[in-house]
């Protein structure tokens, strides 16, 4: 992988006024890194993003949505559609947390037509994927990340891999009460999702930068790094706070 990913979604916990400090004063430690190592990028509420965009419009901060609706219009009171966030410039779309699956039911086939919507309007869809606890312990972890994998990657071709990421977030590890998961566990199932992408797109299959996020923080994040599997770090908590993000970065960095 040429570069690190690194970013955070901010879920629903800034508003406007403490998104713009935030961004601000990562800014300032952005300059600091080479971005041809490092792919920062942030993910702010959707009431957010034109001013927080127009914020980092002279930075290499990458800017994304939470959610779309896959239809450019139509009748749906409270969506916002990819015509939309094409036009304020959005970078990536997240797609399929484990939140959004959970508390709104949202399947591997309505998160299927959003990839396709992103990629038709020239974002980068950042599709999450996971198991729940009991899946791990029945020891059904890889067969429940391949049937996500498979439905929501549904009818792509070869030349579309390069434009995704993948963000692994085992749903028993996200969460204020979520649980550390350890690294060789982690590189272990990324391991496991690299071979699926490589059997579904032989040749493109190994582009796809496969994220880990899952109570991430500055404890364990190192562990997370170093391995040669994991090719970025999606933060929650750790880094919403600017003091534990920016030692993050700047170890990451040096590292590179």
């Not at 901010?10 to 400090?21: A, D, I, R, S, V």
């Not at 993000?245 to 590179?256: A, D, G, P, R, Y």
Request: aromatic share 8%; net charge negative; charged share 25%.
């Amino acid at each position: 992988m040429k570069k690190f990913y690194i970013g955070t979604n901010w879920k629903m916990t800034k508003t406007l006024e403490e998104g713009l400090l935030y961004t601000r004063e990562l800014k300032k430690v952005s300059e600091q890194l080479d971005h041809s190592k490092i792919e920062l990028f942030i993910i702010p509420s959707h009431p957010s993003l034109i001013p927080i965009k127009s914020e980092i419009e002279d930075s290499t901060i990458k800017i994304g949505a939470q959610n779309m609706h896959w239809e450019e219009r139509g009748a749906y009171t409270g969506e916002v559609s990819p015509l939309m966030l094409q036009e304020i410039g959005m970078d990536i779309i997240e797609l399929g947390h484990s939140e959004r699956r959970a508390y709104f039911n949202e399947t591997d086939k309505a998160i299927n037509k959003k990839v396709h919507a992103a990629l038709n309007a020239n974002m980068k869809p950042l599709i999450c994927i996971g198991e729940k606890l009991d899946e791990k312990e029945n020891n059904i972890s890889v067969e429940t990340l391949s049937k996500q994998i498979k439905l929501t990657l549904k009818g792509l071709n070869k030349e579309h891999l390069p434009h995704i990421l993948l963000a692994y977030e085992p749903v028993w590890a996200i969460g204020e009460n979520g649980i550390p998961a350890d690294s060789a566990y982690v590189s272990y199932i990324h391991g496991e999702i690299r071979k699926i992408l490589v059997d579904l797109f032989e040749e493109t299959g190994s582009q796809v930068p496969i994220l880990y996020g899952g109570s991430v923080n500055l404890d364990n994040y190192l562990s997370y790094f170093e391995d040669k599997n994991v090719n970025g770090l999606f933060i929650g908590r750790a880094a919403w706070d600017m003091i534990s993000f920016e030692k993050i970065l700047k170890t990451c960095h040096s590292l590179l």
